[in-house]
C-alpha cells in the first residue's frame, strides 16, 4: 500500500500547485501557441548563464584524468568549498573557513540536510508568511511541524507574532530574503530585533532556535537594496543556497550549507549535515558542477532585465485594476486577488486559465488571497498578457 501520509499529500487540492500549472502551460502552449499562453507559474529563470560559466563547463568536460567522476567526500571537493568559503565570507563580512561548507544537491537538499540535523520527532520550524511552499514538506519530511508565522502587512516580520510562537519545541526559523513570494527583502533593524528575541528565548528556556537563511536570490536585488548578513547578528545561524537564480543553472542542482563559524555547536551541525547528505541519499552534490561553480562562482551577472520586466508587469497590474506588494529583489509579484473574489485566490487562477494565463495561488505559499506572477519570462508573455488580464478582471 502507499503511505497514508503520502496519499493525503497527492490528494491536498494545494499539492503541487505551481508544477500543475507549469505543465499544463505546456499542453495550453501546444493546443494555441506559445505567443498566446501567458504562463507565469515557475520560477524558471530565462537569463542565459554567464559566459564564464560556459566557459568552465567546455573545460571542464575536456577533463579526462583518472577518476575525473569518482566520488568525493561527502561534503564536497576542498576546493569547491574553499570556494563557496570565499564566497560567504564575502557576503557574511566575517572570514568563514572552507570546513563550515558542506556542498549540496541545490537549496532544497541543503535545506533537508539542516532540518533533518536540527529537529526531533514533534518539534517545530516558524516560518513568517507567505513562504516557498516546499517549506511545508521539507520540514515534514523529518517528523517536525511548520509554524506559519503572519507579518506585517507590507510583508515584513511581526516579531511580536514570531515571540508568541516560541516555545520550547522550536528548532528554527527559516528567513527567505529576498523572499519568495513576494519579493520583500528584510531589513538589518528586523533581523537584530529577531536575534534579541531568538536570544532572549535561549536565555529563558535553554534552546537557542537556528535562523536558516534561504538565499537563492540573494544577488538579484533592486535599486540600491541589500541582504542583511546574518552571521555577524546572531551565532546559531545557517546559510543555504544554490546557483539556481542567479547564475540560471536551476536544473543541474548544485547548493551549499554554510554554518557561521560563531556558532558554538559548528562543528557537530557540520559533521550532522555530512551524515545527512549521506544517509538521505544525496550522497554528495554533483561532481561536475562543484569543479563549474568553483571556477565561475563569481561571474558577473546582468539582472536589469529583471528589473525592467518588473516595472512592466506592475504595469500590466496598474491597467488591470489589480493591488500588488512592490518587490525589493527576486523575480516574483504578488498580488492582491480582486474584492469581489471574497479572497478565493484558487478559484481565481482556475479563472485567469480561461484566458491563457497561468498564476500560482497564494494559498500554496501560506498567503490566502494573492496569488503569484513569476515574471522571468519573455517582455513579449508579459506586454502581450496586457488585454487578458484586464479582460480576466471584468469577467466575473
Known amino acids: 500500500m502507499i503511505s497514508k501520509k503520502i496519499k493525503s499529500i497527492i490528494e491536498s487540492p494545494s499539492n503541487g500547485v505551481i508544477r500543475k500549472m507549469f505543465e499544463e502551460g505546456i499542453l495550453l502552449k501546444k493546443k494555441f501557441g506559445p505567443e498566446n499562453v501567458y504562463d507565469f507559474s515557475l520560477g524558471n529563470p530565462d537569463l542565459d548563464p554567464p559566459s564564464e560559466v560556459i566557459e568552465a563547463i567546455k573545460q571542464i568536460s575536456q577533463d579526462n584524468a583518472h577518476m575525473a567522476h569518482g566520488y568525493m567526500p561527502n561534503a564536497g571537493y576542498p576546493e569547491t568549498r574553499k570556494a563557496m568559503a570565499e564566497k560567504t565570507s564575502l557576503e557574511q563580512g566575517i572570514q568563514v573557513p572552507f570546513e563550515n561548507i558542506v556542498m549540496s544537491v541545490g537549496a532544497a537538499a541543503a535545506l533537508n540536510c539542516v532540518i533533518k540535523s536540527l529537529v526531533d520527532s514533534g518539534d517545530e520550524v516558524l516560518a513568517p508568511c507567505p513562504y516557498f511552499a516546499e517549506y511545508n514538506h521539507y520540514v515534514r519530511n523529518h517528523n517536525a511541524e511548520i509554524i506559519p508565522v503572519k507579518t506585517n502587512d507590507d510583508f515584513s516580520l511581526n516579531i511580536d507574532n514570531i515571540k508568541a510562537s516560541l516555545s ?219 488585454e487578458a488580464f484586464k479582460k480576466a478582471v471584468e469577467s466575473k
Open 168 to 386: 520550547n519545541k522550536t528548532a528554527a526559523i527559516i528567513i527567505n530574503s529576498p523572499n519568495n513570494p513576494t519579493g520583500r527583502i528584510y531589513s538589518e533593524e528586523e533581523i537584530k530585533a529577531l536575534a534579541k528575541v531568538l536570544t532572549e528565548h535561549g536565555e529563558k528556556t535553554g534552546r537557542y532556535p537556528y535562523i536558516i537563511c534561504d538565499e537563492p536570490y540573494r544577488a538579484i536585488v533592486y535599486g540600491n537594496a541589500k541582504v542583511t548578513s546574518v552571521f555577524p547578528l546572531y551565532k546559531n545561524s545557517v546559510v543555504v543556497t544554490s546557483f539556481a537564480k542567479n547564475l540560471s543553472l536551476p536544473g543541474e542542482r548544485i547548493g551549499y550549507i554554510a554554518v557561521n563559524p560563531s556558532c558554538e555547536e559548528a562543528s557537530l551541525l557540520i559533521s550532522a549535515c555530512v551524515l545527512c547528505t549521506r544517509v538521505l541519499g544525496f550522497v554528495n552534490a554533483p561532481a561536475f558542477f562543484q569543479k563549474v561553480i568553483a571556477k565561475s562562482w563569481n561571474a558577473k551577472c546582468d539582472y536589469s532585465l529583471y528589473e525592467k520586466r518588473c516595472k512592466e508587469i506592475m504595469s500590466v497590474m496598474d491597467y488591470a485594476g489589480l493591488r500588488y506588494a512592490k518587490p525589493e529583489g527576486a523575480f516574483y509579484l504578488f498580488v492582491k486577488v480582486p474584492d469581489n473574489w471574497n479572497g478565493d485566490d484558487m478559484a481565481f487562477c482556475d479563472h485567469l486559465k480561461k484566458f491563457n494565463i497561468l498564476c500560482a495561488p497564494g494559498s500554496g505559499f501560506s498567503g490566502k488571497g494573492w496569488f503569484r506572477i513569476s515574471y522571468c519570462v519573455s517582455e513579449e508573455t508579459i506586454l502581450n498578457s496586457k
